[in-house]
């Protein structure tokens, strides 16, 4: 009898060097340090070039993967990143921080039998390698007489605005802080998302076309209906985030050592206070923190924490790590790094001395019991399992809310009783003729990559809108 064919084991992904655990948990440097040219060509020689490739249905911005990956294999680099800014805008922004395991990589053919392409990892490679090499400018249609206001760069609004410029729309980005980027900028650290890196996709945004106005806060200086009806914008998208905190509205929760992640990412990112006293933006640091929550922006928060000089930080998350929304990889690095994991275990009231510091964290245990309307194990109270935590600084990341300045201050806005904007959802527009509406504002917080979708189905919404109206 002949032998058995013998499969060939599975081949991985290669692998992205980082910087070591021990030296960048004091640190704000990236740690993830990106492909050399080698292991780039290493990874795209793997591509099986498919006919009808899967990867694509798995990307909300369509890039044409397929094409670019073989740009690569033929070492054409900058055609590569051409090829990639042919449909996105932010290709080293989503190299970075994008979760492709879930999208464009989980579909991938020869991820079947083996881990799937690095996409992402390709995707970085390609952008970095491009800013690096001098990118050029590549031509624009000529304005076509229309223009288009867009409200808020994060995510949404700079992928709106890319897509709208290349069609020839004439469009001006309005930005309520002194620096564009959004949630880029003051939400996702610099270790994680270097800031020189989002200020280069926003100035190659600017160098094709696009203008930005800073420190200007739409709802309060100007209407959005001052935008249609004064200053004579064919049409309007709104991608302002929900950047709102949330807390537990536990007891406790108001003592001065309590914060909410959005303002200490905020005054660490946005406000450079990693870097004091070169940046004049104290930052209040405990020696033991807990982070609430299970998220992207807990694991921040936590790696954040021990960056500037926390000796112990702790996730505490009511369900276990199997149900944790946070990405594998970024457990991962906290973990390395020595952040600690309390799970199943839900706070219940801060505890606080007569100066309003915290003292302590009061928590119950839980145990995990029938799905919920998530799909996830809804968390249960294991009775008299109270107990108190030693931290003397707590961090709420368990979400955030609508950011509601424009909502509130435009009449005849639809909106959900959360206080989102209502769309359609194939084109983006809201309630109001010409204004459009896309990203966390509209779906409640969500990934980069989620919101740059919305802001590339808003952009074909308004150019489809527009051009009927000629």
């Excluded at 800073?214 to 935008?227: C, E, N, P, S």
């Excluded at 049409?235 to 985030?241: E, H, K, P, S």
Aim: glycine share 10%.
């Amino acid at each position: 009898m002949a032998e058995a064919k013998q499969r060939k084991p599975p081949t991985k992904k290669i692998p992205m060097r980082e910087q070591d655990p021990a030296k960048r948990r004091r640190n704000f440097d990236e740690v993830a340090l990106g492909y050399s040219e080698k292991e780039a060509l290493a990874e795209a020689t793997k591509c099986l070039q498919c006919r009808n490739p899967k990867c694509i249905t798995g990307c909300p911005v369509e890039v044409p993967i397929k094409e670019f990956i073989d740009l690569i294999r033929q070492k054409d680099y900058m055609g590569a990143a051409a090829k990639i800014k042919e449909t996105n805008s932010l290709p080293a922004i989503c190299g970075r921080v994008c979760p492709q395991e879930t999208q464009c990589e989980q579909p991938c053919t020869y991820g079947v039998r083996n881990e799937p392409i690095a996409i992402g990892r390709l995707e970085r490679f390609v952008a970095d390698y491009a800013r690096e090499h001098g990118e050029p400018i590549p031509d624009v249609p000529s304005k076509n007489g229309k223009r288009v206001a867009i409200v808020g760069s994060g995510p949404a609004g700079l992928t709106c605005a890319g897509d709208l410029i290349k069609l020839g729309y004439a469009v001006t980005i309005f930005e309520a802080f002194h620096k564009p980027g959004g949630v880029l900028i003051y939400g996702i650290p610099e270790f994680r998302l270097p800031k020189k890196i989002v200020e280069s996709e926003v100035e190659f945004l600017e160098k094709i076309g696009v203008e930005i106005k800073f420190d200007y806060v739409i709802g309060k200086i100007k209407m959005i209906r001052d935008l249609l009806e004064k200053d004579s914008y064919d049409a309007v998208f709104i991608g302002t985030g929900a950047g709102a905190p949330v807390f537990m509205k536990i007891p406790g929760e108001s003592l001065i050592t309590v914060f909410s992640a959005n303002e200490f990412l905020t005054r660490v990112n946005l406000m450079k206070a990693y870097k004091f006293p070169e940046y004049d933006t104290p930052v209040r640091i405990g020696k033991r923190v807990a982070v609430i929550g299970g998220g992207n922006v807990a694991m921040d928060a936590a790696r954040t924490s021990l960056r500037l000089g926390a000796n112990e930080v702790h996730i505490v998350y009511r369900r276990s790590r199997d149900e944790m929304p946070a990405r594998h990889e970024e457990v991962v690095h906290a973990e390395e790094e020595g952040v600690q994991f309390d799970f199943l275990v839900n706070p219940v009231e801060v505890l606080g001395d007569d100066k309003g510091n915290v003292i302590g964290m009061a928590c119950v245990k839980m145990e995990l019991g029938e799905p919920d309307e998530s799909g996830r194990r809804r968390p249960v109270v294991i009775p008299d399992s109270k107990f108190v935590m030693d931290v003397d600084m707590v961090i709420v990341a368990i979400g955030t809310a609508s950011n509601p300045i424009v909502p509130t201050s435009t009449p005849g806005l639809e909106l959900t009783q959360w206080g989102y904007i209502t769309i359609d959802e194939k084109t983006g527009m809201t309630s109001i003729p010409g204004v459009f509406a896309g990203g966390d504002i509209v779906t409640g917080s969500a990934t980069v990559i989620s919101a740059m979708g919305a802001g590339k189905r808003a952009a074909r919404g308004i150019h489809e809108y527009l051009a009927n109206r000629l």
